[in-house]
């Protein structure tokens, strides 16, 4: 969902802009190594602490430290990151001496920390402490209204990086990309981008050229059963899927597209003018 760039950019416009940025990614550090990354540790700290190491917290002071994935961080690194929050210090691993430092703390989860507080998965006092100014960050499947831009400017990116020309994306193809949900969200969409940039080089992309595993979707949500619900969308959000739905098996013809929502032409036609991103012709 773009999280690391979310913090990147509180960063930039913020008086540390001219410190480090720091970012680290909490779920890819086994928790016996997790702690020593982010408080450092001395010498002879633990077998194999052959020298002193500075941790992640001193090499962002007067910076901002991002972590990432903070619902994975295990039960002894959650104390020692309460402790920091309260008192804004630290021991290294190793030492009884307290270090100080002075940084902004960001941090992302995709999990829900509140649940995991009710648990005893995460420490509700540091959750609290945590929980100062929250940005909630919707899914790219989400933003309909973004994926085109998106997708026009990671396919220049690309096309720049590997000296080729970009890729025409035809509105078959944009059609089945609308439609699909983007688990995997901006990673996955870059990804997409730099796979076809790479291997059409120039050419006209159309619905045909696409993996399998994009038109299998659209097949599925535009089938008999187009008009179920998804739990996990809002009210609004799965209407608008629907009747997008409905306008791409439509091929863009209204008429058609409220017959197959059972609604009349107007209100599909007031339903486009509320949510313009709709229009799958644009």
Known sequence: TGKELIAQAIHQNSNRARQAFVPVHCAALAANLLESELFGHEKGAFTGATERRIGRFESADGGTLFLDEIGEIDASTQVKLLRFLETRSFERLGSSKSVKVDVRLVCATNRNLTEMAKTGEFREDLLYRLNVVTIQLPALRQRPEDLVILLNHYINFFAD???????????????????????????????????IVVLKRGSEVTEYDLDAKYNAVLEAETSSQMLSISPSLSKEENEKRL?????????????????LMGISRRTLHRKITQWPELDVGK
């Open 161 to 195: 990086e590997n000296e080729v020309e970009p890729v025409v994306l035809a509105q078959s193809a944009l059609n089945v990309l609308r439609a699909y949900s983007w688990p995997g969200n901006i990673r996955e969409l870059r990804n997409f981008c730099e796979n």
């Open 243 to 259: 009747l997008r739905n409905a306008l791409i098996k439509a091929n863009g013809n209204r008429t058609k597209a409220a017959d």
